[in-house]
C-alpha cells in the first residue's frame, strides 16, 4: 500500500526489482506486477464519521466470536483507495480467464467475487459470468460470510484462478449473488482472503496457501509493502499502493533484516504476541498473552477499552468522541503523537501521520486508535490495520507459521505521497501451475517457488 513516486512508478513498470520483482529476474520464472491504491474522493466529516462506523462494526463481526472460525516468483502491484482506507490487486478467474479487483485481506480466508445475478447492489463493477468459463464447476455448497457493514451470500464453486504469476486449477472461491447494498465499491468485484484455511467460512483453502504448500513458489511466503497518502492534499481516488510479492521478499524495498515472530498455536489468524505499546514515551498496560491480528484489511487499529482510554489519556485534550464515531477519540491536531509496537523484541514506530486517522474540524483530529471488544481465548484482543502496517515491510510465512517485520528503504519510502500513473490490473503470463487436489484441506509439505504481485489499495469498506 505505498505510495510510489514518480520515478518509483515508472519502476512499477520499467524495474522488476523496486516492483517486487526478483533481484535476477531471468533465474526464476513468474512475473511482476505494481500495486493501486484508492484514496476519496472529497469525503466530508459525516461520510468519514460513517467509513469509521462501518470499520469497527467490521472489526467487530471479524473478530467478534470467541474462537476462531472456519518454484517461480511473480507479484503484483497495489492500488491505494480512498486516502488509505484499503489497498486492492487483481487477479483473473476461468478459462477465457476475466480479471477482477480485489480487496486484499490477510484478516479472512475466503475468496469471492460478485456473480452476473448478483443484482442492483452489483450495478457498475465486474461480475463473473459462471456460464463462460469451460472450467467452472458448482459445487452446490452454499456460502454466507457477514461483514460490519453487510453481508454476502451465493455459493461456492471451483474454476482455474490466477494472480501474480501463478495459475491454481480447482481453486475454490464463491461465487456471490446476494450482497448488501454499498458493500462492493467499483471497482472492486470481491475480496481475496489471505490468512488460514481454518478460519474460511466455505471451507476451501486459500489460494496463497494451495501455491505456498505445493512447491510452486522459491520460498513458501507472500511480502506486502503499502504507501501512504492520507497526508497528501493532493491525493487523487486511486494512487499506487504499493507491492504485494509472491514467493520471495523484495530487498529493494526493506533494510535490515527481517525479524520473524512465530504464530502461537495454530495458525488461524497472523496472531502475534503484542509484547509491548508506548504512546508519547509512556508505556501502555496490556493484558497478559495480547494477541494481536495483523490484517491489510483493516484501515485502522482496534483494541481493548482500557488499553485505548490509557492511550488517549497520554494526549492532553482529547476526549472520546460521539455519534458515528463512537469508539474512537478526537484530540488537537496540532498534537504530534508518537506510537511504538514491539513485537518479539523489536520495536516499530508508527508514523504520526498515520495516527490522525481523519480531521473533522479546524483543530480536530480524530486518531487512528478505537475500541472494539473482539471475543476472547484464542481471538485477537488487537486488530493491527495499514496504519501500522503503512510504517514496516510486513512478510507473511507459511512454515513456520510466522510473521516477520523489516524497515523501509529508501525506495519504498520515497513512494509515499509520489505523483504517477496508477497501475492497470492485467492478466499477465503464467510462470506457475498448481492443480489443488483437495481444496477443503490444508496442505503442510514446504518445497516452494517465489512469486512477487502487485497491490492496489481500496477503499475499506469491506475491512
Not at 266 to 274: A, N, R
Amino acid at each position: 500500500m505505498l505510495p510510489i513516486s514518480l520515478a518509483s512508478l515508472v519502476l512499477l513498470w520499467g524495474s522488476l526489482e523496486t516492483l517486487g520483482a526478483p533481484t535476477h529476474p531471468a533465474s526464476v520464472a513468474g512475473q511482476t506486477m505494481p500495486l493501486r491504491k484508492r484514496n476519496p474522493v472529497n469525503l466530508d466529516v459525516t461520510e468519514l464519521g460513517q467509513l469509521a462506523k462501518s470499520q469497527r462494526d467490521a472489526v467487530v463481526a471479524k473478530y467478534g466470536g470467541s474462537s476462531a472460525q472456519k518454484r517461480s516468483t511473480g507479484y503484483n502491484l497495489i492500488v491505494n483507495q480512498n486516502y488509505d482506507s484499503g489497498y486492492y490487486g487483481s487477479l483473473a478467474i476461468g478459462t477465457p480467464p476475466v480479471s477482477f479487483d480485489v480487496l486484499l485481506d490477510t484478516g479472512s480466508s475466503d475468496l469471492w467475487v460478485a456473480g452476473t445475478s448478483c443484482g442492483k447492489a452489483c450495478d457498475g463493477i465486474g461480475m463473473f459470468n459462471a456460464s463462460a468459463s469451460s472450467t467452472f464447476n458448482n459445487q452446490s455448497t452454499p456460502f454466507y460470510i457477514q461483514y460490519g457493514q453487510g453481508e454476502a451470500a451465493g455459493y461456492v464453486a471451483t474454476d482455474t484462478v490466477q494472480m501474480a504469476g501463478f495459475s491454481v486449477s480447482n481453486q475454490g472461491f464463491a461465487v456471490v449473488d446476494a450482497v448488501s447494498q454499498g458493500l462492493l465499491s467499483s471497482p472492486l468485484s470481491g475480496l481475496i482472503g489471505l490468512a488460514w484455511s481454518t478460519i474460511a467460512s466455505s471451507n476451501q483453502t486459500p489460494f496463497w496457501q494451495t501455491l505456498a504448500s505445493s512447491g510452486a513458489w522459491d520460498s513458501a511466503l507472500f511480502a506486502v509493502q503499502l504507501t501512504r497518502f492520507t497526508n497528501d492534499s493532493n491525493a487523487q481516488q486511486l494512487e499506487p499502493g504499493g507491492v504485494l510479492t509472491m514467493g520471495y521478499t523484495n530487498s529493494s524495498l526493506y533494510t535490515g533484516s527481517i525479524e520473524y515472530i512465530d504464530i502461537p498455536g495454530e495458525p488461524t489468524y497472523w496472531s502475534l504476541p503484542l509484547d509491548a505499546l508506548t504512546v508519547q514515551g509512556t508505556s501502555i498496560s496490556l493484558a497478559s498473552s495480547s494477541l494481536a491480528a495483523i490484517d491489510t484489511g483493516t484501515t485502522n487499529i482496534a483494541g481493548p477499552l482500557d488499553a485505548v482510554e490509557a492511550i488517549y489519556a497520554q494526549i492532553p485534550g482529547s476526549q472520546p468522541a460521539t455519534g458515528s464515531w463512537q469508539g474512537y477519540y478526537q484530540f488537537p491536531c496540532s498534537t504530534q503523537v508518537d506510537v511504538t509496537f514491539s513485537f518479539g523484541g523489536t520495536t516499530w514506530s508508527m508514523s504520526a501521520a498515520d495516527f490522525a486517522f481523519a480531521q473533522i474540524s479546524s483543530s480536530e483530529c480524530v486518531g487512528a486508535f478505537f475500541e472494539a471488544s473482539t471475543g476472547g481465548g484464542s481471538t485477537p484482543s488487537w486488530i493491527i490495520g495499514d496504519a501500522f502496517l503503512k510504517n514496516v515491510y510486513s512478510v507473511f510465512r507459511y512454515n513456520p507459521p510466522s510473521v516477520g517485520f523489516a524497515a523501509l528503504s529508501e525506495t519504498a519510502l520515497a513512494e509515499n505521497g509520489a505523483d504517477g500513473p496508477v497501475p492497470t490490473p492485467t492478466i499477465g503470463s503464467v510462470s506457475a501451475a498448481v492443480t489443488n487436489i483437495n481444496a477443503a484441506l490444508p496442505k503442510r509439505g514446504l518445497n516452494s517457488v517465489s512469486v512477487g504481485l502487485a497491490i492496489i489499495a481500496s477503499v475499506g469498506l469491506l475491512l
